[in-house]
């Protein structure tokens, strides 16, 4: 890339080099990744603003699905642009339409006032709406490039090392814990998610206006092109027999966290109705659980360091095993845990201790060549769909339902995990003399 252009934040290596990168591409850099947290964080909350639109568990568990297949196909879609498009036209466009995605969510329960007296649309449909278009951003342009390095990150920087955009994210999500917790203490839930849904939308377009007067411009190639089910299917069945019991593994241990993931917020809010006091300041559940989100963070954050040390003297798998195992017992942990603010936060602490096992839950792939390591993503990316809808059934019946059967179905993904010691073995004996190469995208 040429000098006088910004380029993707995933070109820095370190958050020192990260902070060190020429001021319009810093900015660029910056905007991008709040806008991104702050997307990620109103996420965590919008499911307890659905349920006070009226949508059930049930519901709730449909739109977390739409949203993971939104994730795993937007990025495809820019491939299907022609060449000759304007650039700039497609960054106003999709990142405008971003932020209007946001801003369904907030008129969402005013839309649906003025039609469910006519055709009884119900007003939480908007938000489904809202988190279609919500994903433009990544179809072309600098959201399109960060939605790459997202999708890799778990899966690539293994031994050495995770991305610094990921672990910018997470330090992110323990910095914006305070301001959450002082903006659900100010207000009551409602008003406070309009808050926070709103500095979202503000940031989508502050990210687009950056990007065109930046004239920004991805020259690293086109975006990821999807090579058909029927390429997918074929590369799968190639797969080595233990690469493809790694697949099933892999993607039944995310499987389980997906169908927890959105109704960690409506456990804690409404069912636990969790409070707690923090320097004599009394916090509504809402609060607590942006508490509860910075715990699992810091640790997370604080993870990576000891992960990458264990695996370097335990090895790979075991790694791997020991986090995974440590998010999987979470949810029927928590199912079953006091309704103390202190035994929810250390199981929270807890879920965040898996990230010990990202710097070495990838490598493992690194024989089977890049176009099955991009089959095999997808792959599991398309497997992992339906677990929000599928725990959305279960929360529907009992939320102890739900989070028991996460942690059966990751345990079984654990056990078949373990059935891959040779390819962890050689990932072993190649490490010492081969240096660490760039990560693929």
Partial sequence: MSDDRPHPIADATTI????????????????????????????????VHMLDMGASAVAVGAFASLGYLVAVLYPFLGDGLPDAANDR?????????????????????????????????????????????????????????????????PYEPLVTGVDTTERLRRLGVVVAALPLVVLFVSVPFTPGFYVLVAT????????????????YHDERGPPPSFRGSATIRADVRSLPRKAF?????????????????????????????????????????????????????????????????????????????AGLVAGVAFPALLAFA?????????????????????????????????????????????????????????????PSFVFVAATVVGTVGIALFCGVETLVDAVEARRPTEPRGEPTT
Avoid at 269 to 274: Q, S
Wanted: proline share 5%; glycine share 8%.
């Fill in 16 to 47: 020192r080099g990260f902070l060190a990168q020429r001021p319009e591409v810093l900015l660029l850099s910056l905007t991008v990744l709040g806008y991104d947290l702050a997307v990620q964080l109103a996420n965590r909350f919008v499911a």
């Fill in 89 to 153: 036209a497609v960054v106003a466009v999709t990142g405008t339409l971003s932020a209007c995605g946001l801003l369904f969510w907030v008129g969402a329960p005013h839309v649906g006032a003025t039609t469910t007296t006519i055709d009884g649309f119900p007003a939480w449909v908007w938000a489904f709406v809202g988190m279609f278009v919500l994903h433009a951003w990544k179809v072309r342009g600098v959201g399109a490039a960060f939605a790459e390095v997202k999708r890799r990150v």
């Fill in 200 to 215: 979202a939308a503000a940031l989508g377009l502050v990210v687009t206006v950056v990007q065109l007067v930046l004239r």
């Fill in 245 to 321: 019991a790694l697949l099933c593994g892999d993607a039944l241990v995310e499987f389980s966290f997906g169908m927890v993931h959105v109704f960690l917020v409506l456990f804690v809010v409404n069912d636990l109705a969790l409070e707690a006091a923090v320097l004599g300041v009394s916090l509504p559940p809402a609060a607590t659980f942006a508490v509860l989100l910075a715990v699992e963070g810091f640790v997370a954050l604080a993870a990576v360091v000891p992960g990458e040390e264990l695996a370097a003297e335990f090895g790979a798998r075991p790694t791997v095993v």
């Fill in 338 to 398: 006091p309704p103390v603010f202190p035994a929810v936060a250390a199981l929270f602490a807890l879920f965040g201790v898996r990230f010990i096992a990202v710097p070495a839950r990838g490598e493992v792939l690194a024989d089977l060549g890049e176009e099955s390591v991009a089959s095999y993503r997808t792959a599991r990316n398309v497997a992992v769909v339906p677990s929000a809808a599928v725990g959305g059934v279960l929360y529907a019946l009992a």
